[in-house]
């Protein structure tokens, strides 16, 4: 048990104590339309305040009689108090302050990620020192320009213009923020305290064909700033099971055909990492049939990762192993049967939907809001035979 936890003492000892963050209202006044999508965002929303989810097992969770807010350094990092006090070694939990409820994961945080360290335990996001440099990529690459504030003159000096940020420095030269790989000290993968990776994001950024941020964070209408004017800006409500769920539909596809007496619907998964990964999710893909004037339901075929330990469940920090799933997996097509002739004439509707957390798993956090454990829709087609 000595190993882990010396390791993570020493992940939280390369945190910079002393790192402060310009306040994201900060960046609202001349970013308006971002400031506005990353409000509904869950990088907005993943402190134990406005994620429910979180709360309900960070409440149950044996770090919480310890009073060591471990989870802050991914989902809070922007609370530099809390982050200090972890680093210190002292007793740390969130508060109900403004950082944790507007900003968990600020502007600032995020785009003054300089790169990733790789560790065992979860991986570490080294920040920029520099307070007002803030990294971008230049047209989803990367340039070897860092662009300062400067006013440009033409016309032998009759026009002038202005370039770059008068409130901070744009570096262009970061390729983390070109191929996504920014994303990858959080959402790489996190070991509990026996070594088992609870959750991983198993994606190779810098090889597929697209990056998290294309899928994401794609792009919108509306200009990214009040000065420099643009057509369309990178949306920042990030696209996921919470949030703008439809526009990431786009990247799976369905297919139902008949083989033998039986039906087959593919699922083809063009994202690098599984569906439905999050250990509390639960994927499920249903079938309806209409033939003549009947309609009917086959049984549904469901999409899960049971964590546990000794062959049965049990709570993430207590799991040694897998106990139990069925996935779909990244970069590929997944198939499923059903048992079902299909007839000539016969109409196939498919959907592919989720419940957020997983109603079992939801009985024993004691989550009793309905909204999180109702199906919800992905994607649906219908097929004619
Ligand atoms: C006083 C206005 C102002 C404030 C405040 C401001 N910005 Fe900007 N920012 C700009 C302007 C103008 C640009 C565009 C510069 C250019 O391309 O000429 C810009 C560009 C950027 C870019 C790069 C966009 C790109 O791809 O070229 C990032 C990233 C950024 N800002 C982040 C932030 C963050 C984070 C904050 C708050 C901590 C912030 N900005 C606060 C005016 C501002
Ligand atoms: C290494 C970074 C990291 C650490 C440390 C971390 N998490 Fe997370 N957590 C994430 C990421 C990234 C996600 C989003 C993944 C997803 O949705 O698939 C997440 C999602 C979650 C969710 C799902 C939330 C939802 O809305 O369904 C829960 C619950 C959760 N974390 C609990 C915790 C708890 C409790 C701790 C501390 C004991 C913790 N996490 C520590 C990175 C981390
Ligand atoms: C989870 C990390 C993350 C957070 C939080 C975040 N950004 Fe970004 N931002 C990115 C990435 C990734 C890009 C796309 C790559 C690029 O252009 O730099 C981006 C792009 C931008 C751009 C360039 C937009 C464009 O259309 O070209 C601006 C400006 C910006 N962010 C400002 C902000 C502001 C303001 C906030 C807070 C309201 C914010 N960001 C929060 C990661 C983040
Ligand atoms: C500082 C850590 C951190 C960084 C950096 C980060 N994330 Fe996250 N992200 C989280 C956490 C924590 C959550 C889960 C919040 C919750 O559910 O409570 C999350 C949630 C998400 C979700 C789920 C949204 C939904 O609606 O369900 C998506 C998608 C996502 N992140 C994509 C990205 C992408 C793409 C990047 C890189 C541009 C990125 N994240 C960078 C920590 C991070
Ligand atoms: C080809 C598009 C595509 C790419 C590339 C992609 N994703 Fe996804 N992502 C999806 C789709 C579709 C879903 C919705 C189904 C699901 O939850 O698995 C999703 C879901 C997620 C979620 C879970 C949302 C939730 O609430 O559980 C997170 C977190 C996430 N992606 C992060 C990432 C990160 C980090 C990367 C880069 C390594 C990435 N994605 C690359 C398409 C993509």
Same mark, same amino acid.
């Given at each position: ?24 209202? @900060? ?38 009689? &310890? ?13 530099t108090r809390l982050i200090s006090a972890l680093k210190a070694g002292k007793a740390a939990l969130p508060h109900a302050d403004a950082i944790q409820t507007n900003e968990p994961i600020g502007c600032a945080y995020c785009h003054r990620i300089q790169k990733i360290e790789e560790h065992k335990v979860h991986n570490i996001n080294v920040i920029e020192p520099e307070m007002r440099r803030y990294f971008a990529a230049k047209g989803g690459k990367t340039d070897e320009k860092t662009l300062k504030f400067h006013t440009v003159s033409s016309?032998?000096?009759?026009? &002038? ?36 990776? @609870? ?20 792009? @919108? ?30 990247? @799976? ?61 049990s709570m993430p920090w207590s799991a040694t192993e897998i106990v139990k799933a069925h996935t779909i997996e990244a970069n590929g097509k997944t198939e499923v049967k059903f048992p079902f002739p299909v007839q000539k004439g016969d109409r196939v509707t498919v959907t ?7 109603? &079992? ?25």
């Amino acid at each position: 048990m000595i190993r882990p936890m010396l390791l993570l003492n020493l992940l939280f000892f390369s945190l910079s104590a002393a790192t402060t963050f310009v306040s994201s209202h @900060v960046c609202a006044k001349c970013h308006p339309l971002i400031y506005q999508e990353y409000m509904g965002s869950m990088h907005r929303k993943s402190s134990t305040l406005n994620d429910p989810v979180h709360a309900a097992v960070w409440a149950k969770h044996p770090l919480k009689a &310890k009073k060591r807010y471990q989870c802050g350094v991914c989902h809070t990092p922007s609370d530099t108090r809390l982050i200090s006090a972890l680093k210190a070694g002292k007793a740390a939990l969130p508060h109900a302050d403004a950082i944790q409820t507007n900003e968990p994961i600020g502007c600032a945080y995020c785009h003054r990620i300089q790169k990733i360290e790789e560790h065992k335990v979860h991986n570490i996001n080294v920040i920029e020192p520099e307070m007002r440099r803030y990294f971008a990529a230049k047209g989803g690459k990367t340039d070897e320009k860092t662009l300062k504030f400067h006013t440009v003159s033409s016309f032998f000096g009759l026009s &002038k213009k202005t370039e770059g940020s008068p409130f901070h420095t744009i570096d262009y030269t970061n390729p983390i923020f070109a191929d996504g790989r920014l994303c990858m000290g959080c959402h790489s993968h996190k070991r509990n305290k026996l070594g088992f990776a @609870v959750c991983e994001t198993k994606g190779n950024p810098t090889k597929a064909k697209k990056n998290c941020i294309q899928c994401h964070m794609p792009k @919108v209408p509306g200009s990214f700033s009040t000065i420099t004017h643009t057509k369309t800006h990178t949306f920042h409500g990030f696209t996921g099971l919470h949030n703008a769920t439809e526009r990431l539909a786009q990247s @799976v596809k369905l297919e139902a055909k008949p083989h033998d007496d039986r039906l087959i619907v593919t699922i083809e998964n063009q994202a690098d990492h599984r569906l439905f990964n999050h250990p509390l999710r639960l994927g499920r893909l249903k079938v309806e049939v209409t033939r003549g004037d009947k309609s009917f339901s086959l049984d549904p075929v469901d999409f899960y990762t049971v964590l546990g330990r000794d062959g049965k469940p049990s709570m993430p920090w207590s799991a040694t192993e897998i106990v139990k799933a069925h996935t779909i997996e990244a970069n590929g097509k997944t198939e499923v049967k059903f048992p079902f002739p299909v007839q000539k004439g016969d109409r196939v509707t498919v959907t592919l939907g989720y419940f957020i957390v997983n109603p &079992k798993a939801a009985a024993k956090l004691g989550i009793t809001d309905k909204s999180l454990t109702t199906f919800k829709r992905l994607k649906s087609q219908t097929f004619a035979f």
